[in-house]
């Protein structure tokens, strides 16, 4: 979901920026919250029954959670600022490449989870 005020760089992944009088107040709203994506959606949602979590790699041991094993552990909540790596981006002297952020791909929240 975007708002009409967000700068929409590219629709197919979507990306987009917060409006910068968004910015201005403590928290940015969800419905404005800068949207930074590599690939498309899934066409169709995963049945969470079905939705496995597996943490394997560098790791002492292999690790497999189900939502429901996820849903039972406690819960945190921080305030924090998110940031795309490419914020400002188009105000280098010398252009980059990528998608070309102004000041908008950056919000903060209070997020809430496991």
Same mark, same amino acid.
Request: net charge neutral.
């Given at each position: !979901? $975007? /708002?009409?005020? !967000?700068?929409? !760089?590219?629709?197919k992944?979507? /990306?987009?920026?917060t409006?910068?009088?968004? @910015? *201005?107040?403590?928290t940015?709203? &969800?419905a404005?919250?800068?949207?930074? /994506?590599?690939?498309?959606f899934?066409?169709?949602?995963?049945?969470?029954?079905?939705?496995k @979590? $597996?943490?394997? %790699? @560098?790791?002492?041991? *292999? @690790?497999?959670?189900?939502y429901?094993?996820?849903r039972?552990?406690?819960?945190?909540?921080?305030? &924090? $600022?998110?940031?795309?790596?490419?914020?400002? *981006?188009?105000?280098? *002297?010398?252009?980059?490449? %990528? &998608?070309?952020?102004?000041?908008? %791909?950056?919000? &903060?929240?209070?997020?809430?989870?496991v």
């Open positions: !979901m $975007t /708002n009409d005020k !967000m700068k929409i !760089m590219t629709a992944p979507l /990306n987009a920026e409006p910068i009088e968004r @910015l *201005r107040i403590w940015t709203d &969800n404005v919250f800068f949207k930074r /994506n590599q690939g498309q899934a066409e169709s949602p995963v049945a969470v029954s079905d939705w @979590l $597996t943490i394997d %790699g @560098l790791v002492h041991e *292999r @690790l497999s959670v189900s429901a094993d996820i039972h552990l406690p819960k945190v909540e921080v305030a &924090n $600022t998110l940031e795309c790596s490419g914020n400002s *981006r188009s105000l280098l *002297r010398e252009k980059a490449s %990528g &998608n070309p952020w102004t000041i908008g %791909g950056v919000g &903060n929240a209070v997020w809430g989870g």
